[in-house]
């Protein structure tokens, strides 16, 4: 593990002494990444082409990790606001995973990638509308990138009809399966409460709301200066706190998916939950969370 760790840190050009809490939770995502390709080669070749959602959500839990590793390598170079967007991120790939798996995965697959199509068409279309209200020489400019996007679009529906000519000969499909609402997702897999107690937080960046304008002017305008370094600290651990909780939840993720393709996975993979947890609880009993 040391090793992963000293070579994450050699390729991304950073130094965590200052920051031991982080290394943990860097060894633990790590650790578990590499849980998962440990348990990934105990699948057989022909297991996997039999089940194509397989492939699908493990390069979903990849970009999960990508994000991970965003977020702590953001916090690392003391860049917490971000660290919160790929913490975000990762958590909304983990639910989708989660969500997918919980249920009938070769119609919830593809209700996920006919989801996306279906949204890009609206997009193209809006953008035309948008287009109507410009000059004509603004028109002019946009009008080829508008065709381009639609050849493209051709192709992805021409995909997705491949891509459900396929999964239905492995499986049942339901073609008409609905994807449902970000919440509703949460709430479906039984995580409604980390809907509302921390994904809601981490969007706070995403969306750029008022809490982070409103913390500053609090903070500037609180007279009394030990409290505010408090708060200041506080702060700055509750953000920690939360790419910890992501770095759990993705690493959850991993065990579900590991259990649903009935994948060996090593006790390395608990450990690196069990050590996400510890790192959670770390800062929340320093707060008195």
Known sequence: MADLVAAFLSEHELRMEWWPWGRALLAAFLSGREALS??????????????????VLHHLTERAAEHIAGAIVCFATKNAASAEVGARTSFEVGVNVRYIVKGDRNSRVVAWIKHYVMQDEKQITEWEKALGQLSPSEREIGTPRIGV????????????????????????????????????????????????TTYARLSSQTHADAEDTLSYIFLSSYGDGPALQQMAEENI??????????????????????????LKAPPALQD???????????????WNW
């Open 38 to 55: 440990v348990a990934m080669a105990t699948s057989s070749e022909a297991a996997m082409e039999k089940v194509p959602s397989f492939g």
């Open 149 to 196: 996007r639609r050849r493209v679009h051709a192709l992805r529906r021409s995909w997705l009809s491949a891509t459900e000519a396929e999964f239905a000969q492995v499986g049942p499909l339901n073609v008409n399966e609905p994807w449902p609402s970000i919440i509703n997702r949460f709430a479906l897999i039984g995580e409604a409460v980390a809907y509302r």
């Open 237 to 262: 651990a509750f953000r920690q706190y939360l790419i910890g909780y992501s770095t759990h939840f993705y690493l959850e993720t991993l065990q579900q998916y590991c259990d649903v393709f009935s």
């Open 272 to 286: 690196a939950v069990d050590a996400a947890l510890w790192s959670m609880r770390e800062v929340a009993d320093q």
